[in-house]
T-cell receptor, first 118, second 114 residues
Framework: DAGVIQSPRHEVTEMGQEVTLRCKPI?????LFWYRQTMMRGLELLIY????????DSGMPEDRFSAKMPNASFSTLKIQPSEPRDSAVYFC????????????????FGPGTRLTVL | AQKITQTQPGMFVQEKEAVTLDCTYD???????LFWYKQPSSGEMIFLIY??????QNATEGRYSLNFQKARKSANLVISASQLGDSAMYFC???????????FGSGTRLQVQP
């Protein structure tokens, strides 16, 4: 089974340019998460989807960031315009949803996209 | 709101010894899950172990065990018989029924010395 796939793995761009990060979740997973990792802020949630619907976007920094999930097998995170402070590793993760009392939903992470904005 | 606290920025351990990485958490939800992830220098996030708030026994996965003390709101990771390949960042994280996304601690960098 292929894991979570992210592209590109590395992106170097100049300030002001548009950046699009892509994610293909594990087939059959109905939750998709976008996280960002920086030295200053650690690992933080940006947004997550359930059955392609955004559930919590409270972590999206500002209007420059947008995320979409047009179908169950694809999601994008777009930054327009990009700024140097957006430089980070962006992880996509996916999981099954579970019902009942358990909150168990092991999240499988992609390899991440390392974004550098000059 | 959820909160995860890892108070050990860095730890050293001798090869073959056991090590405990501390994690405390806070949530008002009685149903929650606690996770540990490993991040080696290559950058990927590797799931290690899970503990549910209703689980009666401490979780174990091979050399990893989770020392779950519910009243103290702690979920410490114990690695037995450390190996050089255990050198990595370790993150404690949690979810609850109100939030499926992981809330992470700041991490502990473990270095295993030969």
């Amino acid at each position: 089974d292929a894991g979570v796939i992210q592209s590109p793995r590395h992106e170097v761009t100049e300030m002001g340019q548009e950046v699009t990060l892509r994610c293909k979740p594990i087939s059959g997973h109905d939750y998709l998460f976008w996280y960002r990792q920086t030295m200053m802020r650690g690992l933080e949630l940006l947004i997550y989807f359930n059955n392609n619907v955004p559930i919590d976007d409270s972590g999206m920094p500002e209007d420059r960031f947008s995320a979409k999930m047009p179908n169950a097998s694809f999601s994008t995170l777009k930054i327009q315009p990009s700024e140097p402070r957006d430089s980070a590793v962006y992880f996509c993760a996916s999981s099954h949803g579970t019902g009942g009392k358990s909150s168990y939903n092991e999240q499988f992470f992609g390899p991440g996209t390392r974004l550098t904005v000059l | 709101a959820q909160k995860i606290t890892q108070t050990q920025p860095g730890m050293f351990v001798q090869e073959k010894e056991a090590v405990t990485l501390d994690c405390t958490y806070d949530t008002s939800d009685p149903s929650y899950g606690l996770f540990w992830y490993k991040q080696p220098s290559s950058g990927e996030m590797i799931f290690l172990i899970y503990q549910g708030s209703y689980d009666q026994q401490n979780a174990t996965e091979g050399r990893y065990s989770l020392n779950f003390q519910k009243a103290r709101k702690s979920a410490n990771l114990v690695i037995s018989a450390s190996q050089l390949g255990d050198s990595a960042m370790y993150f404690c994280a949690m979810t609850d029924t109100g939030r499926r996304a992981l809330t992470f601690g700041s991490g502990t960098r473990l270095q295993v010395q030969p």
